[in-house]
């Protein structure tokens, strides 16, 4: 079985526009990620690029890439792309691994790779064990929480994805590494799902809902039972440990649509009033004024007669 390494890269990230191409000891960031990802030797590794910047640099250094769409919402959209503008035939997993993090570690794309391959799964990824209790409440730390105990032996079942567990049970959860491993189909159902409330709301890329219509039942348990997360030592502070990516929020329920806001209806201002009385009988009167000459009767005596109010 054969595993192809895509790394998305862009320029105009929000937080750190240009990280791609700074520089640590006179390399760039994309291409540091691109040598690691190819000394881990578990297959062919490419760069998806959105700006031929980034194409020219990985190419200058040694490293193959590959330019993308600027229309892509997630990573995974533009790995996608590549993946069917690169036409390759024969291979069984994608790994996405992301292009800002130039220690990734080697061992890490290894393990998951061969857990994937082990177990058949669809959909891998990576969780670390949290050692210090303030990464609970860290937003920039995605946690992932998981049916079982996670160990270096098990490849279990992710049931949620989230930014901050405050008030929430911390069994179970474990800080989630941004490396995902996609069987081929699995790849291609996956980006034809739109971004779940829970994925926008934490700009999270691992769970998505159908956009048209709800699943086969068949497909959806199929989605939660082959994601996985699983184990290893990394550089970190952490061990991480591929996981069972479980897609809880593609459910197949069509998120409901926001509700329709009430048209403005501009409303014509009420005619100013003005006190006159009548020539006649002296009764007061109470009339709109209007612009121009108009035609006012009292309602006492019947005098009518044209006035300019």
Do not use: W
Not at 34 to 57: C, L, M, P, T
Not at 90 to 114: C, T, Y
Not at 230 to 254: F, Y
């Amino acid at each position: 079985m054969k595993t192809l390494i895509i790394i998305p890269s862009r320029m105009s990230a929000t937080r750190l526009p240009g990280k791609p191409l700074l520089k640590i000891n006179g390399t760039s960031i994309i291409s540091h990620v691109f040598k690691r990802a190819e000394s881990a030797e578990i297959g062919e590794v490419i760069v998806a690029a959105e700006d031929q910047e980034i194409v020219n640099d990985v190419k200058n250094n040694g490293g193959n890439a590959i330019l993308t769409s600027r229309n892509h919402q997630t990573g995974t959209d533009r790995i996608f792309e590549a993946l069917n503008l690169l036409n390759k035939k024969d291979i069984n997993f994608v790994m996405n691994i992301q292009g800002d993090e130039p220690d990734i570690d080697i061992d890490d794309i290894k393990l998951l790779d061969a857990q994937m391959k082990k177990n058949h799964s669809k959909l891998g990824t990576l969780a670390a064990d949290i050692r210090d209790d303030k990464l609970y409440e860290n937003k920039n730390v995605v946690k992932v929480k998981i049916k079982e105990t996670l160990n270096e032996n098990s490849f279990p079942i992710a049931e949620n994805f989230m930014r901050s567990i405050k008030n929430q049970d911390k069994e179970n959860v474990y800080h989630h590494i941004g490396i995902y491993c996609y069987e081929i189909q699995t790849l291609r159902d996956f980006v034809s799902f739109k971004q779940s409330k829970n994925e926008l709301k934490n700009k999270l890329e691992l769970e998505n809902t159908t956009s048209q219509e709800k699943p086969p039942k068949t497909q959806v348990e199929d989605f939660l039972k082959k994601p996985y997360v699983a184990s290893s030592e990394t550089e970190k502070s952490e061990n991480s440990i591929p996981v069972l990516a479980s897609l809880l929020d593609k459910s197949g329920e069509k998120d409901k649509e926001a509700p329709k806001k009430p048209k403005k209806v501009k409303k014509k201002p009420k005619p100013q009033t003005i006190n006159i009385e009548c020539p006649d009988c002296s009764e007061k009167m109470s009339v709109s004024k209007l612009d121009g000459p108009q035609t006012v009767t009292c309602q006492s005596c019947g005098l009518s007669g044209e006035f300019e109010l």
